[in-house]
């Protein structure tokens, strides 16, 4: 008796761990990274190049999440050859983003051209 009093009282914890864990996936926001390659000319004295461009899908809201960590100058932001957005990263931190609301699945070329001289592209795959 004592034995199956233990068990339902762990089968009961179970699903009940499965249901707050079902409600907290519902409220988290997930962001698919996109990897870049590519270079872009900075001032800072590392041996290993690094970009200075973070990039983001946010599931939640289709939306291209873009992160600059470097001061850039004007950055054109191209999805397959066409111009998304144009824009002057003057402060590190600075952020921006474009809605893929509506796009067809597939696999689009990201691109940022750097007036400065950089490039850096990568793979925007939508499900």
Request: proline share 0%; hydrophobic share 45%; no cysteine.
């Given at each position: 008796m004592k034995v199956r009093f233990i068990l339902s009282f762990l089968a009961a914890l179970f699903i009940a761990g499965n249901m707050i864990?079902?409600?907290?996936?519902?409220?988290?926001e997930r962001k698919l990274p996109i990897v870049l390659k590519g270079e872009v000319p900075t001032t800072t004295s590392r041996s290993l190049p690094v970009i200075p461009i973070d990039a983001s899908i946010s599931t939640d809201n289709?939306?291209?999440?873009?992160?600059?960590?470097a001061s850039l100058g004007e950055v054109k932001i191209l999805v397959d050859e066409q111009v998304q957005e144009v824009c002057q990263v003057t402060t590190p931190g600075q952020?921006?983003?474009?809605?893929?609301e509506g796009w067809a699945p597939g696999i689009y070329k990201l691109e940022f051209k750097v007036a400065g001289g950089g490039y850096v592209y990568g793979e925007l795959v939508i499900e």
């Open positions: 864990a079902i409600e907290s996936t519902d409220r988290v289709n939306l291209v999440e873009i992160v600059f960590t952020t921006t983003s474009f809605s893929i």
